[in-house]
T-cell receptor, first 112, second 112 residues
């Protein structure tokens, strides 16, 4: 059974804090993605990675960074959390050229 | 212009009728097209994919692709209350580029 696991289901952080969202997949997929999902805006791509230590900016990378030191783990970092980063964050992985992207359960982040 | 556009809905369809969901995309180089279903509070899951012009059928679902018109659709026949969900259209630009871009989603409600 394929699995993408996000470290937290719910998270509350204060403005200005550095926030780490972790994602682990057990399918040996090359590609991993971070999206945020907001009402009326759908899933927007923040960053993706196609290999260890490789990353590419998505459509809304501002205020975020990522780290991929190991193939199975992809971290999203909010350098200085702001209230407009309150959102649902979804991690996904997919094999290169594959059909399906598998999603984690999501992290609901609230920045107060 | 957004890369992938969908009517946000909500779309209400009587049980047993055909639900028709539409998606347009802006990148003519797009090669792969996907439909994901997302139940409230859950993560997206793949239900259909299509690469070639024409129709692709899988059970009660039919995906239709028209690359000349940059249009992809999803038909759900014999709609059931369990089909009530948000349907997300996703597009991958071209082979070798793993970026997956989603539309905003269409919320579908099947009325018993």
């Amino acid at each position: 059974d394929v699995k993408v696991t996000q470290s937290s289901r719910y998270l509350v952080k204060r403005t200005g804090e550095k926030v780490f969202l972790e994602c682990v997949q057990d399918m040996d997929h090359e590609n991993m993605f971070w999206y945020r999902q907001d009402p009326g805006l759908g899933l927007r791509l923040i960053y993706f990675s196609y290999d260890v230590k490789m990353k590419e900016k998505g459509d809304i990378p501002e205020g975020y960074s990522v780290s991929r030191e190991k193939k199975e783990r992809f971290s999203l970092i909010l350098e200085s959390a702001s209230t407009n980063q309150t959102s649902m964050y979804l991690c996904a992985s997919r094999t290169t050229g594959g059909t399906e992207a598998f999603f984690g359960q999501g992290t609901r982040l609230t920045v107060v | 212009q957004k890369e992938v556009e969908q009517n946000s809905g909500p779309l209400s369809v009587p049980e047993g009728a055909i639900a028709s969901l539409n998606c347009t995309y802006s990148d003519r180089g797009s090669q792969s097209f996907f439909w994901y279903r997302q139940y409230s509070g859950k993560s997206p899951e793949l239900i259909m994919f299509i690469y070639s012009n024409g129709d692709k059928e899988d059970g009660r679902f039919t995906a239709q692709l028209n690359k000349a018109s940059q249009y992809v659709s999803l038909l759900i026949r014999d709609s059931q209350p369990s089909d009530s969900a948000t349907y997300l259209c996703a597009v991958r630009s071209n082979f070798g580029n793993e970026k997956l871009t989603f539309g905003t989603g269409t919320r579908l409600t099947i009325i018993p």
